[in-house]
């Protein structure tokens, strides 16, 4: 479907006079990247609206290229085709003129839930942070990776973490698998300052996944190191 100069993907159902004026607030309304609002005539509760815009280092050649508002939606069909928790996926697309990127945007269900840090911060509850490994095992099981598998892009819902934020997601492979543990590490030593909870986590993630990239000890290294790069877990 094309709305103006954008090219939208959405699911079965939703009113285009719906759709339309999502893109018109999307092409207007530049000061928010995330907002949540009542969701279409049909669906339930609210959605959240995410919006891409045009970065000032985005050069010719990166604005020829798919966004990441493309690849995000990418992503959540590929983690629902094999099962995963994600936010159900409503609309995504990009407005391009002349091919050339001008902003995007993705559309999901609300899911009413903290995120997994948010929850820590206020519990100290490590069985979330546990169930987050095991999610994350579960993923790379499938034969992908989240990509930013920082503990604030899962959800704390039940029984199993919602993964979001996906647009870095890519194929399962040794390095993709690398660097998922070395940020989902990070944002546990962030949360926690504690190396013994990133082992911890790296055991139960190890019992439920594929074979580790490297051992249990060079992974909480370099957990550290990233650590000291980032600023939110």
């Known amino acids: 479907m094309r709305i103006g100069r954008m090219r939208l993907h ?3 159902g939703l009113h285009p006079a719906w759709l339309q004026e999502i893109v018109r607030q999307a092409g207007q309304d530049t000061s928010r990247s995330v907002r949540r609002a009542p969701a279409p005539p049909g669906f ?33 069909l590929a983690f629902r085709e094999r099962g995963l928790a994600t936010p159900a996926l409503l609309a995504w697309g990009e407005s391009r003129h002349f ?21 820590y911060a206020q519990t100290g509850d490590d069985a979330l942070l546990a169930d ?28 199993r973490p919602v993964a979001l934020d ?7 492979c040794r390095a993709s698998q690398l660097k ?20 911890g986590m790296l055991v ?10 490297a051992s249990i000890d ?10 000291q790069t980032t600023k939110r877990p």
């Open 180 to 199: 998922d543990l070395t940020r989902f590490g990070a944002s546990v030593f962030k949360l926690t300052n504690d190396t013994e909870k990133i082992r």
């Open 10 to 12: 959405a699911a079965e």
């Open 218 to 227: 060079r992974l909480i290294a370099r957990a550290e190191a990233y650590a």
């Open 166 to 172: 996906i647009a870095s997601w890519s194929r399962f």
């Open 44 to 76: 339930p509760g609210e959605v959240m609206i995410k919006r891409y815009r045009l970065r000032p280092n985005h050069g010719m050649f990166r604005r020829l290229q798919p966004g990441r508002s493309a690849l995000e939606g990418r992503g959540y």
């Open 204 to 213: 139960c993630y190890a019992q439920d996944a594929p074979a580790l990239p």
């Open 132 to 159: 987050t490994a095991r999610e994350l095992a579960r993923i790379h099981r499938a034969g992908l990776t989240h990509g930013d598998a920082f503990v604030r892009n899962f959800l704390a819902t039940r029984p």
């Open 99 to 119: 091919l050339l990127f001008e902003f995007g945007i993705v559309v999901t269900q609300y899911v009413d839930a903290p995120s997994v840090a948010q929850a």
